[in-house]
């Protein structure tokens, strides 16, 4: 039987270090219609900066959804063998449901050095996040479409100061090493350029 599904790309480094450059050129080469799926809210004025500068970056033919939560739901209705589909990005998204998460497990009334800082309660966030990812690198992998996901590491700088982050550095590494295992080809760029790790 003829394998339907498209190709899983994972890009992935650290800030700045062109993934999200290489990505779009990844995905205008491809010569195909572009969804790119955008996973950064504005809700500050220096987001909302990035995100305009990111929108006038992209070529004109690109069709931006904006989906903080649940990309699946845009793969589910534009995911078709003639597409190509760029989710930017994987950590934003971890974020996004990590605070989330984080507030729904009582830390509203806390302060940043007491969210998430019981190991139960970051275990129970890390795994329900988890859930979510593992299902979403099977759809993915699974999609007609071909899809790229822009992912950051963030595991090769310091400890961070507060348990909330240090559940966002791992949960971080966590979520890319899923989809790393799921990829048919994996990205690490690095001052500009990229290198074919898988």
Same mark, same amino acid.
């Given at each position: ?26 995905? #205008?080469?491809?010569?195909? #219609?572009?969804?790119? =799926?955008?996973?950064? /809210? ?7 900066? #990035? ?11 690109? =069709?931006? =959804? ?24 994987? %950590? ?27 190991? /139960? ?23 007609? /479409?071909? *899809?790229?996901?822009? %992912? ?6 310091? *400890? ?6 240090? *559940? ?20 690490? %760029? ?9």
């Amino acid at each position: 039987m003829e394998d339907t599904r498209g190709k899983l790309i994972l890009v992935t480094g650290g800030a700045r270090s062109g993934k999200s450059t290489f990505a779009e050129n990844y995905a #205008r080469e491809a010569s195909k #219609r572009v969804v790119y =799926i955008a996973t950064a /809210a504005g809700d500050d004025e220096e987001m909302r900066r #990035r995100i305009a500068a990111h929108r006038q970056r992209r070529p004109k033919h690109f =069709i931006t =959804i904006e989906e903080r939560y649940y990309p699946h739901l845009v793969l589910e209705k534009e995911g078709r063998a003639d597409t190509f589909i760029l989710l930017d990005c994987l %950590t934003l998204l971890l974020s996004n449901h990590l605070i989330k998460e984080a507030f729904r497990e009582g830390g509203a009334e806390r302060n940043q050095g007491e969210i998430l800082d019981d190991a /139960a309660e970051q275990e129970r966030v890390m795994e329900r996040i988890l859930d979510y990812i593992g299902g979403l690198s099977l759809l993915l992998r699974s999609s007609p /479409a071909d *899809v790229l996901v822009v %992912t950051n590491e963030v595991g090769m700088g310091l *400890v961070p100061e507060y348990p909330l982050s240090r *559940v966002f550095r791992d949960l971080s590494g966590r979520a890319n090493q899923i989809m790393a295992s799921r990829a048919d080809e994996v990205w690490f %760029t690095v001052c500009g350029i990229p290198q074919r790790i898988k």
